[in-house]
């Protein structure tokens, strides 16, 4: 499955970013779904995911209650709704899939990954 990111930008801090995720090739409504993100000079790491039914969530600690994800699967998009935006936050955001909801905070178990999409929050 192939994806591709968009959304990203430039916003000031306290604003708001929608990112989304659209996916081609085959329908990801099987897959997990997730976000991860790698500011310069540190690791990747994660965001977010959905479930392929939608019917569970994980958040990372530092974006719990102002991140949200959300998934269309006859759209076959996911997108991520960024509030409350942090300096912090900046970094290159990335939406990934794989089967299974197991482990899915752990970016060597996905197997498909979209290009990328620069948020940057200013002070």
């Known amino acids: 499955v192939q994806l591709q990111a968009s959304g990203g930008g430039l916003v000031q801090a306290g604003g708001s970013l929608r990112l989304s995720c659209a996916a081609s090739?085959?329908?990801?409504?099987?897959?997990?779904m997730a976000w991860f993100r790698q500011a310069p000079g540190k690791e990747r790491e994660f965001v977010a995911a959905?479930?392929?039914?939608?019917?569970?969530?994980n958040y990372a600690d530092s974006v719990k209650g102002r991140f949200t994800i959300s998934r269309d699967n006859a759209k076959n998009t996911v997108s991520l709704q960024m509030n409350s935006l942090k300096p912090e936050d900046t970094a290159v955001y990335y939406c990934?899939?794989?089967?299974?909801?197991?482990?899915?905070?752990?970016?060597?178990?996905?197997?498909?990954w979209g290009q990328g999409t620069l948020v940057t929050v200013s002070s």
């Open positions: 959905i479930s392929s039914g939608a019917v569970s969530t």
């Open positions: 990934a899939a794989k089967l299974g909801w197991y482990r899915v905070g752990d970016p060597t178990k996905y197997g498909s």
């Open positions: 090739g085959r329908s990801v409504s099987r897959y997990a």
